[in-house]
Structures are given as C-alpha cells and as structure tokens.
C-alpha cells in the first residue's frame, strides 16, 4: 500500500498532472541492453485524434500576445514535426518561455492558431487537457519530490487515475515496476532508487525529472534549459538521454549553452522579440549576418 507521505505528494501531483493509463510489456533484460533506441513501453500510445499522417506533431501560425502593451510574441510560426528534437535558442526577452506558456495552455495568444497533429486546437483546450493530450514540459529549475525517494517520485508520476481513493489504495503491478525499472535504466539512477530526491546532485534531479515525465508517456516533450549548472560530465549523459528518445518523441530543447546545442541539434530556431529570427543547421544559424548581430553581438 502507498506510503503516507508519497500520498501526501500525491495529492500535490494530481492538481498540475492528468495523465492516460497505457502500458506495454516486452523483454525487460533485452531492452535495458539497448541504447539505439527509447524503450518499447515508453513510446507514446496511438491517439486517433493527433493525426500526424503528414509528418508533423506541432503547429504553431500567425502567433501574437502581448503583455502590457509589450508584445512578447509577434507572429510567430513554428513547426516540429514528428519525432523531432528541436533547439531554440536567442537572447534574454526573446519569447522563448512564453512560447511553452501559449503551447501548454499557461498562456492565451492574442491572435494566431496552434494545433497538436491536425485535429487537436490546443486554444481550446486547458492545461490539463493538454497534458492529457500528450505534452509534458520540464521546467529549468527541477520540480521533484525531495521528502520521497526516486522510485516514488516515478511511481506518483505514473500514467493511471489519480482519484484520492486509488492513490491511498495503490499497489504496483508487476508490470508497473518493470516499467518504473526500466526508466531508471533509462536516467541512469538505478542504484539512487531508494535515494530520497532532495539528496540527489542537480544533474540527477535534472534527469528524474525527465523519468517523472516519460512516465506519462508524452508524444512532445518541452524541456526549459535542462543543462543550467549541470558539470560537463552530467551535460554529456543528458544529451545522450536526449538523443535516445527522439524519434520515439518529439523534443522542443530551450537552452543558452551553444556546446550542448551542438552536441544534439539537426535543426535550430533562433528567436528574437518574439519571432523567428533564423532556423537552420546550427553551422547555417551561426553564419548568418543577423544572427550574429542580435544574439552573439557581433
């Protein structure tokens, strides 16, 4: 039966996160052996209503907002297709947060459409409709549960109900723990599972964090600066772990550390006052004239 304080946390969990129930079982010895791909159960379930048969997960056209009479976003259009992993990028003010408010329901544009797959219109929707849809976003400050361990920071974040009834009754399934193993296989804390969270390094908690999101079996993953304050050594094993589950995901990476843009981006997005500046290969972003101007400074 879940521990009286994982309850507690629990209850805190239910009110941001609404996860779907799925689960899938498959070889558990042969998928930990596997590092060319995510494993089998952490892909997202089929969803009828994201129809990316064109290729493409996002839509974001004709996007403004403004705040005060600042407009933080000024026509923006971006798109990022299926399996994608995407870095954007540009100075302080750029829209870049503001961007992840208005994909997540945090934030309403003033004007212009953004639509998960083709039949999604993510402005209609709430925030936890959006979760529910298949978006999980990771903020740059990590959001773990320190008064629990690891194992229980996985287990709260589980797809499945989250009625106060089945929490305070929950047990795991066989199958259940298999997948929370195979995730810490996955993060790289397999021996910390007993850990309290709190008494985690930065990286690591960066890295739960993530474990907490896959958990839900997200088909768009939003990642806010996940290397701030990170050593390179945590740096490097975090773009691994980022690498490992494109293709199986779609992954949006806001960061300011050009190393580690380099070491995973095919495809970056420079914004700035809120539009998209340049976008490219980082060697086509990094030559261009404007670019160079309003972000390097030069």
Not at 142 to 167: C, D, Q, R, Y
Not at 231 to 240: N, P, V
Request: charged residues 25%; contains cysteine.
């Amino acid at each position: 039966m879940m521990s009286k304080t994982l309850w507690l946390e629990s209850m805190k969990y239910q009110k941001a996160q609404h996860p779907e129930t799925t689960s899938s079982g498959g070889d558990f010895l042969h998928e930990l052996t596997r590092r060319d791909q995510v494993f089998s159960f952490l892909k997202p379930p089929y969803n009828p209503k994201v129809d990316v048969k064109n290729g493409m997960l996002l839509y974001v056209e004709g996007v403004s907002v403004s705040f005060d009479g600042f407009k933080a976003i000024n026509d923006l259009n971006l798109y990022i297709k299926e399996g994608e992993l995407r870095c954007i990028i540009g100075p302080n003010g750029a829209g870049k947060t503001t961007m992840m408010d208005i994909i997540t329901g945090k934030t309403r544009p003033d004007e212009g459409e953004v639509w998960l797959g083709q039949q999604l219109d993510l402005l209609k929707m709430d925030e936890a409709q959006i979760a529910n849809a298949g978006i999980g976003r990771k903020f740059q400050k990590p959001t773990v549960f320190e008064a629990i361990t690891v194992w229980e920071n996985l287990e709260l974040a589980m797809a499945g109900s989250k009625t106060t009834w089945h929490l305070f009754r929950a047990r795991l399934t066989g199958e259940q723990k298999c997948d929370i193993e195979k995730v810490l296989a996955l993060i790289g804390l397999e021996t910390q599972y007993a850990m309290l969270a709190g008494k985690l390094s930065h990286g690591q908690k960066q890295w739960l964090e993530i474990g907490m999101l896959l958990m839900q079996k997200p088909k768009l993953l939003l990642v806010d600066e996940p290397v701030a304050g990170m050593t390179h050594q945590e740096m490097d094993r975090t773009a691994e772990l980022l690498r490992s589950l494109a293709g199986d995901h779609s992954i949006v990476v806001v960061e300011h550390d050009m190393e580690f843009v380099r070491s995973i981006a095919s495809t970056v997005t420079v914004l700035h006052q809120g539009h998209v500046l340049a976008e490219g290969s980082m060697k086509d972003v990094q030559e261009n004239p404007k670019v160079r101007e309003v972000y390097l400074g030069q």
